[in-house]
Nanobody, 131 residues
Framework: QVKLVESGGGSVQAGGSLRLSCAAS??????????MGWFRQAPGKEREGVAA???????SYGDSVKGRFTVSQDNDKNTLFLQMNSLKPEDTAMYYC???????????????????????WGQGTLVTVSS
């Protein structure tokens, strides 16, 4: 059974840091799984792309997190990380991990409708940043 499990969310004050993890399991083949990325959804807002590791190993970020967040993978490429620094209250959201071949495409995670056609999602981990 294909599964994505996020962890690492929590409450932090503005300016603080958190590190999220997403463990992928159940895939017979990494190429079937595709690439992995992070999204977030705040109450009353659409789900937006945050960051992804693309097919050529490069990384892509949403404008609102560029320079503050860093996405990476472990050597086996089964775990995706998101290091979040200089957190702001507007970063408060449920953060979701996704896996899909579309995320391998250059710049996909930055698209306004990036989340729409993705197949596999984790259950989410909540990040709350207080001022």
């Amino acid at each position: 059974q294909v599964k994505l499990v996020e962890s690492g969310g929590g409450s932090v004050q503005a300016g603080g840091s958190l590190r999220l993890s997403c463990a992928a399991s159940g895939y017979r083949d990494r190429y079937i799984r595709g690439c992995m990325g992070w999204f977030r959804q705040a109450p009353g807002k659409e789900r937006e792309g945050v960051a992804a590791v693309e097919g050529d190993g490069s990384t892509s970020y949403g404008d609102s997190v560029k320079g503050r967040f860093t996405v990476s993978q472990d050597n086996d490429k089964n775990t995706l990380f998101l290091q979040m620094n200089s957190l702001k209250p507007e970063d408060t959201a449920m953060y979701y991990c996704a896996a899909d071949p579309l995320l391998c495409l250059e710049g996909w995670v930055r698209r306004e409708d990036a989340a729409k056609d993705l197949d596999t999602w984790g259950q989410g981990t909540l990040v709350t940043v207080s001022s």
